[in-house]
C-alpha cells in the first residue's frame, strides 16, 4: 500500500510568492496534519483538518491557508512568502481526528529567496 | 509555556551497545506520547508510543519508559545498530477543550552510531 505521498519534492520560490503543496493520505485515513520543520528543529504543527473540516489551527500567520477535498487528500497554500518560510513542510494522516498515530509523507523543501 | 525537550541534542554509541534517548515534558495534562525517527530527507517514521496510564512499553528492539512523576520520557534501543542513526523525536498528545488534540514535539536528539 502506499504511504503518505507529497508533492513537488523540492521547490524554490521568491519573497512575495504564493505555493501551493499538495498531500494524499494513506488510503482510508480521514484526517491530515500539516507541520513546518525549519532546519535542526523538530515539526511545528499548522493545520488538521478531518472529513474536509478544518479541526485545529496552530500558530501561525493567515498568510497560510488549507483545504481537504471529498477524497480526502489536502492542499496547503502559503501567500506573500518570506525567507523564514523556508523549511521542510510535512503531512501526515491518520484515520481518525484526534490521537490516532500519524504517518508522514516525505516532505515537501520549500526554499525562499 | 508548554514544552517538549530533549537532555541531549547529540549521543553517540558504539554498534551493539544500549542507547538511551530522553525527553522531559512540561504539561501534566499530556495523555499519549510518541516517539520518531527521522532520517535524512525523509519524514518522521513513527517508533512506539506509550498512553500516560502506561509506565513502560516495549516494541522490536525498543522500550519507551514515561515517568510521569517528572515528566520524563526515554526511548531505549537495545543493540543499537548503524540504521539506527537518525534524529529522534518525542511528542506529546495534549487533549484540549476545543474539538481537537494538540501535539507538541520536542527538538530531536540526533544519534549517531559508531561502526
Known amino acids: 500500500d502506499a504511504g503518505v505521498t507529497q508533492s513537488p519534492t523540492h521547490l524554490i520560490k521568491t519573497r512575495g510568492q504564493q505555493v501551493t503543496l499538495r498531500c494524499s493520505p494513506i488510503?482510508?485515513?480521514?484526517?491530515v496534519s500539516w507541520y513546518q520543520q525549519v532546519l535542526g528543529q523538530g515539526p511545528q504543527f499548522i493545520f488538521q483538518y478531518y472529513e474536509k473540516e478544518e479541526r485545529g489551527r496552530g500558530n501561525f500567520p493567515d498568510r497560510f491557508s488549507a483545504r481537504q477535498f471529498p477524497n480526502y487528500s489536502s492542499e496547503l497554500n502559503v501567500n506573500a512568502l518570506l525567507l523564514g518560510d523556508s523549511a521542510l513542510y510535512l503531512c501526515?494522516?491518520?484515520?481518525?481526528?484526534?490521537?490516532?498515530?500519524?504517518?508522514f509523507g516525505p516532505g515537501t523543501r520549500l526554499t525562499v529567496l | 509555556g508548554e514544552s517538549v525537550g530533549l537532555h541531549l541534542p547529540t549521543l553517540s554509541v558504539q554498534e551493539g551497545d544500549n542507547s538511551i534517548i530522553n525527553c522531559a515534558y512540561s504539561?501534566?495534562?499530556?495523555?499519549?506520547f510518541i516517539w520518531y525517527k527521522q532520517e535524512s530527507g525523509k519524514g518522521p517514521q513513527f517508533i512506539i508510543d506509550?498512553?500516560?496510564?502506561?509506565d513502560k512499553r516495549q516494541g522490536q528492539r525498543v522500550t519507551v519508559l514515561l515517568n510521569k512523576t517528572v515528566k520524563h520520557l526515554s526511548l531505549q534501543i537495545a543493540a543499537t545498530q548503524p540504521g539506527d542513526s537518525a534524529v529522534y523525536f518525542c511528542?506529546?498528545?495534549?487533549?484540549?477543550?476545543?474539538?481537537?488534540?494538540?501535539?507538541?514535539f520536542g527538538p530531536g536528539t540526533s544519534l549517531s552510531v559508531i561502526p
Open positions: 488510503s482510508g485515513h480521514k484526517s
Open positions: 511528542a506529546e498528545n495534549i487533549p484540549m477543550k476545543t474539538s481537537y488534540d494538540k501535539v507538541i
Open positions: 504539561n501534566s495534562a499530556s495523555d499519549y
Open positions: 506509550i498512553r500516560s496510564n502506561m
Open positions: 501526515a494522516s491518520s484515520y481518525g481526528p484526534n490521537t490516532d498515530t500519524q504517518y
